[in-house]
């Protein structure tokens, strides 16, 4: 699993790799990073979301790139707010990042 650590290595080889695969471990990364935080609970966990979230969000641009697209990083902080409050409208949002998952 990729963690807040491995995100400036990853960002510098992403030059080196070929996008479609850069992009892919990334996806799945942010995928499991919320799943992570469910289970643990620990910050540690919410952080690293985050920090996926903001490397997707700039699709491999250089560590202070600057992006309007936030799609990955609003949705990561929604995820981690639904998984801690765990009411109808938190299982709602849930639900529907599993079915966006499975899609």
């Known amino acids: ?27 799945r990364a942010w995928q499991l990073a919320p799943l992570r935080f469910a289970v643990t609970r620990d ?10 979230a903001q ?8 560590q202070g790139a600057r992006t309007e697209f936030s799609f990955f990083r609003k949705t990561g902080a929604d995820l981690c707010t639904s998984i801690l409050r765990q009411n109808e409208c938190a299982d709602a949002l849930l639900r529907q990042h599993l079915a966006r998952m499975s899609a």
């Open 1 to 27: 699993m990729t963690t807040v650590s491995d995100l400036p290595r990853k960002a510098s080889q992403a030059g080196r790799e070929d996008p479609v695969d850069w992009h892919g471990g990334m996806l």
């Open 43 to 52: 910050n540690v966990d919410r952080l690293n979301v985050i920090a996926i």
């Open 55 to 62: 490397e997707m969000d700039r699709g491999g641009r250089a």
